[in-house]
């Protein structure tokens, strides 16, 4: 199913138009720039994720993680295979 497009009107400076075509050529540029936006704005969705949830995990609600992710990830990880290879 294709999108629905609609027509943006903004300004570019120059030089950043003439590499634009220069690199995808006048036909391209509409798909180039979607698809720059779309991950710029995906970008900017993550980090804005990562602010909102800044300090969302405590070390009082959380001992586990106290010696770190990688190591907690590690032994859970260790504690799995140990326990499938128990079986």
């Known amino acids: ?8 009107n903004f300004q570019l ?3 950043l138009i003439r590499e634009l075509r220069d690199t995808v050529g006048k036909r391209g540029q509409s798909k180039f720039v979607s698809e720059a936006l779309r991950r710029e704005l ?3 969705r993550q980090l804005k994720a990562l602010d ?4 969302a995990w405590n070390k009082m609600d ?3 993680l106290e010696k770190g992710v990688d190591h907690f990830i590690r032994n859970t990880r260790k504690s799995a295979r140990e326990k499938r290879h128990a079986k």
């Open 52 to 55: 909102d949830s800044f300090g």
């Open 62 to 64: 959380h001992p586990e």
């Open 13 to 15: 400076p120059e030089d």
């Open 42 to 44: 995906q970008r900017h």
């Open 1 to 8: 199913m294709a999108t629905a497009l609609k027509q943006a």
